[in-house]
């Protein structure tokens, strides 16, 4: 059975960083891709962030510069370090695990397994 569990989220004003985990089982995630999404008030699911098999990154040009994805194959989890925090940014984010075929897709059709995510906060 496969579980991503999302953890870090937090309340932090604007300009503070957080760094988002996510710990995978029943799957080995550098046979995947892995990617981060957030679902903020209003506005349906959006990619952040994606690292692919071959450890290529894309980034949504709304938290490029800001945010980085990173994956640790050993530990089997991935994680998003996201700095200069904005109100913005508030949202729940998801962990999700894709086909490595896909490429870089931020599309969250492209990702077949999600974690409950995790809340992040950021107050002005």
């Known amino acids: 059975q496969v579980q991503l569990v999302e953890s870090g989220g937090d309340s932090v004003q604007a300009g503070g960083s957080l760094r988002l985990s996510c710990a995978a089982s029943?799957?080995?995630?550098?046979?995947?891709?892995m990617g981060w999404f957030r679902e903020r008030p209003r506005k349906g699911r959006e990619g952040v962030a994606v690292?692919?098999?071959?450890?290529?990154?894309r980034y949504s040009d709304s938290v490029e510069g800001r945010f980085t994805i990173s994956r640790d194959n050993a530990k089997n989890t991935v994680s998003l370090q996201m700095d200069d925090l904005k109100p913005e940014d508030t949202a729940m984010y998801y962990c999700a695990a894709g086909d490595a075929w896909v490429g870089p897709s931020l599309r969250p059709s492209d990702f077949t397994y999600w974690g409950q995510g995790t809340q992040v906060t950021v107050s002005s």
């Open positions: 690292v692919v098999r071959d450890s290529g990154l």
């Open positions: 029943g799957l080995t995630i550098s046979n995947y891709n």
